[in-house]
């Protein structure tokens, strides 16, 4: 039998694998407390559960943290990227190393 933790480390892997966030994401807060009004940024709200499977380009438990890509770092909640991209996401670049 799985112990818990070990189902939580999956469950969290397997969310954060398929851009689904998910009120685990406040480890030691009281989750039941936290009322999920909706999904940001196109995000869909799962039936019966508390965690939004979000739009590409975005996570976190109601999909409003930007999931940055092309090797860009999340920072407090903004991506901050390589200098041969920009954009919201990191999402725009040049490929021969110019904007």
């Not at 189902?7 to 398929?18: F, W």
């Not at 998910?22 to 709200?45: E, H, K, W």
Request: glycine share 12%; net charge negative.
């Amino acid at each position: 039998m799985k112990s818990m933790s070990r189902i939580l480390r999956e469950t969290l892997l397997l969310c954060s694998l398929m851009n689904i966030g998910t009120s685990s994401d406040f480890i030691g807060a009281d989750a039941s407390s936290r009322l999920l009004q909706g999904c940001a940024n196109g995000g869909v709200l799962l039936n019966g559960t508390s965690s939004c499977l979000c739009q590409n380009h975005w996570t976190g438990y109601d999909c409003t943290l930007p999931l940055c890509i092309n090797g860009g770092t999340l920072i407090d909640n903004r991506c901050f990227c390589s200098s041969v991209f920009e954009g919201l996401h990191c999402e725009h670049g040049d490929h021969n190393g110019w904007l």
